[in-house]
Structures are given as C-alpha cells and as structure tokens.
C-alpha cells in the first residue's frame, strides 16, 4: 500500500495525516522538523508515552488538555505533583487519564528537571547523539517505515538508564521522528524537503 496521499487540497503527504485539518497542520509544520531544548523535548517525550497504544490523533486533539494539565510541561513543576495532583489528573477528561503514564511522566519530570540543573541541554545532547549515521532508505510503502530501529532501541536504553520511564523502542522512535532526529516524511511528500 503506498505511503503517499493526495489530499482534498492537491497537496502530497505521508497516508497517515488525511485530511483532518489538525492532523495535516502538525504533519505539515512540526512533524519531523528539527527540534531543539530540553524543556521541548520532555514535552514530546511526555505525549508519546501517553500516545503508546492509541492513534497519535488522539494526542494531537488533547494537547492543550495536557498543557494546561501539566503546568505546561515544565518538568520543575510537575516534579513537585503529588497525591492531590495525581487526582486531579485522573479525573481531568482533557488529557489521557492512566495512572501508570500519569506517575511515569511525574517521575519523568524529577529527572529531567535535575538534569536542567546540573547539566542544562543534556536531553537534547542525548537524543539528538542517536540519530542516524548513514543514509536512510526511502519509504515509499506503508510497510518500508519501521516502528524500531537500531537507534531507537539505544536511544530507549539511554533513557532508561537515566532512570526515564515508558521510553521503550517504539515511543523513542516516534520521538525521533517527531522531533526530526529522523525524517520519516515519505518520498514524494511535499514536507520531505
């Protein structure tokens, strides 16, 4: 099945986006564009753990749900969330209520902000040092774009080692393609370049 879509605009792009016009704004703007600052890629990291095991659309239209739930991502601030927070999480219906994710990324946000402290871009150094060496091949099918890679899987192991939670393979890929560590845009998408 081919990768590429025209949609109702005359426009190529990557099959998954559509036409809904929120999904073809994040895939035309922010999806593989390159991303920089540790504050912006623990929010990233934050909304593909919540995106494990659901569309990525389901993400995209809680967004702002989960800014203002999450003291717009500030990892200082939420590292200081306890029980009276947690509460107010799982009952807040903007966001993805799930206990495991909720504790994961309060957890999350105790290490990352210590490493804003100590070591000011370290997230950023560490992802980014994942990205590919050679020359990707290019994706023209559906089936030719990975859901894990070599990187990915090292990049999810270092992240684990710093003591990160719900970082496995697969959501340290799409972190990577999110953040533009990757550009997973399929061949003949107008956003590839």
Not at 129 to 143: Q, V
């Amino acid at each position: 099945m081919t990768a590429l879509r025209v949609g109702t605009d005359g426009i190529a792009r990557c099959w998954w986006c559509g036409d809904d016009p929120l999904y073809v704004e994040y895939h035309d703007t922010e999806w593989g564009v390159p991303v920089h600052g540790d504050h912006e890629m623990f929010e990233r990291l934050v909304l593909e753990a919540f995106q494990s095991g659901l569309s990525w659309i389901t993400i995209l239209r809680r967004r702002e749900g989960f800014r203002a739930a999450f003291a717009n991502f500030d990892p200082h601030v939420i590292a200081g969330f306890g029980p009276a927070d947690r509460a107010r999480l799982m009952a807040d219906p903007g966001i993805i209520r799930n206990n495991a994710k909720i504790d994961a990324t309060i957890h999350n946000a105790a290490i990352v902000a210590t490493m804003m402290d100590t070591e000011p871009g370290a997230l950023d150094q560490l992802i980014w040092s994942h990205a590919p060496t050679t020359p990707r091949s290019t994706i023209r099918e559906i089936g030719d774009l990975p859901a894990t890679t070599s990187e990915s899987t090292a990049l999810a192991t270092a992240l684990k080692k710093r003591g990160l939670k719900f970082v496995g393979p697969t959501t340290a890929y799409a972190h990577m393609q999110a953040v533009g560590v990757v550009n997973d845009h399929v061949d003949g998408c107008a956003s590839k370049e």
